[in-house]
């Protein structure tokens, strides 16, 4: 949470400045979370939020699911 707050502040502070270096923050978020999990960053992505990602996880099962079938 600090370093959320970390970054809310700079974002406030300089919003121009926080925006040209979204790119390397995310792939080095990428980087640590990918080491984390003993993955391959490239099987990872960032989503805004949980809806989201359970929306985005779903969509990609629609060619295996057949009428009828249940997700749980």
Same mark, same amino acid.
């Given at each position: 949470? $600090?370093?959320?707050?970390? /970054?809310? &502040?700079?974002?406030? %502070?300089?919003p121009?400045?926080? +925006? !040209? =270096?979204?790119?390397?923050? +995310? #792939?080095? %978020?990428? #980087?640590? @979370? %990918?080491?984390?999990?003993? #993955?391959d960053? !490239? ?6 939020? &949980? #809806? +989201?990602?359970?929306?985005? %996880?779903?969509? !990609?099962?629609? !060619? /295996?699911? =057949?009428?009828?079938? $249940?997700? @749980?």
């Amino acid at each position: 949470f $600090e370093m959320y707050q970390k /970054w809310q &502040a700079e974002f406030e %502070a300089h919003p121009g400045g926080y +925006m !040209s =270096q979204v790119r390397e923050r +995310m #792939t080095e %978020a990428r #980087t640590r @979370l %990918a080491e984390y999990l003993h #993955t391959d960053q !490239s099987r990872l992505g960032f989503v805004t939020n &949980a #809806t +989201m990602g359970v929306n985005v %996880a779903t969509h !990609s099962l629609r !060619s /295996w699911l =057949q009428p009828g079938d $249940e997700v @749980l």
